[in-house]
């Protein structure tokens, strides 16, 4: 891939952005610089033959706003690319800097400077588990967390997730009312700040850091509720999947995960699930314990409190084994195995679902979580792949628009060819001309892009 402007990683003058940034810890040895350089790419193995062996030259460590203005600034000045990263949990190369520079770590920046009622605001640097900790304390709860949320950055999150574990009642990040604002350093020699509120956090939601580097996220906190981890085993296909589509549809069943896997997507789970039986499809959900007793009991294999789950080292939560997790468990089995990401959409969720499980069968192991998505119930396919060819994946992607699902392209690093919409909305790019000129931050990402400065 060529960008549109001349990056030269030969000419980078690091040793002057050394001396401008003195006093901020610094790494340029071997291993950090691989392990710091480096995301989940690896689910792809198209990804994996592109990215493996790209790293940046520096990584910088701040500690305090002052810290990433001076970064900011220093490498605007000498045109070095800056790549923000928080803990690498992404799937999608988003954290990979495809032309060296500055990897700019925020896992240093972890300050909690809010929380309460009216939500928190959290350094991007400060893990989701730990976010949602101090709302615990206070008797709220996060409205989403990803499955990575023991190790995942709220920045990380905010600017690489699209929803999570929540979806299922408040839909994806970008819908309304669920972030409540950020605040962005701009890359030019001059940094300056901006504060964004409401819908315009989607500027930067999902731009892999693309369109500014994120010091900070707001977002909103609910009462807490007593969740039950619980586990639904079906032998017929049709029945397991109107049993998750009927809860995730009922709107007097409190829920934060339904999770749907046919009989080959959870044969990967049986090791974690006491009782799923081999050729089962299975239901993951986190309910309220308060209705529990408006599931249908003569499928459920499966109901611990979730609070206990999670605290217990030897028994993973569900949440841990939903959404990008189920790909990652499969994977310790089949090293061959990825993934597509698709949207079954509102109104015809079991026609699609089932269509495509006729098609493709075991070449495509249905996977899919259940969301609001623009108020409607729809579910996101993250369908396991055992990988063939790149020409078979056009097919397989081809199939399912033919059908009308659309599909987000997991096996691509840009923000383009991974929208369902296959562009960049015209506001996050003139966004990104406003606060990176130079076209520094994540260069290659966002190929649309064009430099408004040379």
């Known amino acids: 891939m060529s960008l549109a402007y001349d990056l030269d990683r030969q000419r980078y003058d690091l040793s002057a952005f050394r001396k401008a940034v003195s006093g901020i810890k610094l790494f340029d040895d071997a291993v950090t610089l691989k392990r710091r350089s480096r ?19 520096l990584v910088a460590v701040p500690h305090s706003i002052d810290e990433v203005m001076a970064i900011a600034s220093a490498a605007a000045r000498l045109r070095i690319p800056v790549t923000v990263r928080g803990l690498g949990t992404g799937t999608y190369g988003q954290a990979v800097p495809l032309y060296g520079g500055v990897v700019l770590d925020f896992s240093e920046m972890t300050a909690i400077m809010q929380v309460g009622p009216d939500g928190f605001t959290a350094e991007s640097g400060a893990k989701v588990h730990d976010v949602e900790l101090a709302a615990r304390a206070q008797g709220l709860e996060l409205r989403m967390h990803p499955s990575t949320k023991k190790m995942a950055t709220i920045g990380g999150y905010f600017c690489g997730g699209s929803g999570g574990i929540g979806s299922v009642t408040w839909g994806g990040l970008r819908e309304e009312g669920n972030l409540h604002g950020a605040t962005v350093v701009t890359l030019d020699e001059e940094p300056k700040l901006i504060t964004l509120t409401g819908l315009d956090t989607g500027l930067v939601n999902r731009t892999f850091g693309s369109t500014g580097i994120v010091f900070d996220v707001s977002a909103p906190l609910e009462p807490t509720r007593p969740w039950q981890d619980v586990v639904a085993s079906f032998a017929d296909f049709d029945e397991a999947l109107a049993f998750a589509h ?14 749907f896997h046919v009989a080959s997507c959870a044969h990967y789970l049986r090791p974690l699930i006491p009782g799923l039986e081999a050729g089962h499809c299975a239901v993951l959900m986190m309910i309220d314990q308060r209705d529990l007793e408006k599931l249908d009991q003569s499928s459920i294999i499966l109901s611990e ?17 939903a959404w990008g997790h189920t790909t990652l468990h499969a994977l310790k089995e089949n090293r061959n195995l990825s993934y597509l990401q698709t949207l079954f959409p509102p109104g015809r969720i079991i026609e699609t679902a089932t269509q495509m499980h006729h098609a493709l069968g075991d070449e495509l192991p249905l996977h899919m979580e259940f969301i609001r998505y623009e108020g409607e119930l729809a579910a ?6 055992p990988y063939t060819s790149p020409e078979r994946l056009a097919q397989i992607i081809a199939m399912h628009e033919d059908a009308g699902i659309p599909v987000a392209n997991p096996h691509v690093f840009t923000v383009e060819d991974g929208s369902r919409h296959k562009r960049v909305p015209g506001d996050q790019l003139a966004f990104k001309a406003k606060v990176d000129p130079h076209g520094l931050l994540n260069p290659g990402k966002m190929p649309s892009y064009v430099p408004v400065m040379p």
Do not use: H, T
């Open 39 to 57: 995301d989940y790419y690896w689910f792809s193995p198209i990804a994996k033959a592109a990215l493996d062996g790209k790293q940046a030259d």
């Open 246 to 259: 009927d809860v995730a549809a009922d709107d007097s069943i409190a829920k934060r995960l339904v999770s």
């Open 305 to 321: 409190a979730s609070d206990e789950r999670e605290a217990d080292p030897k028994r993973l939560p569900i949440y841990e084994m």
């Open 380 to 385: 996101n396919g993250a369908q396991l792949w």
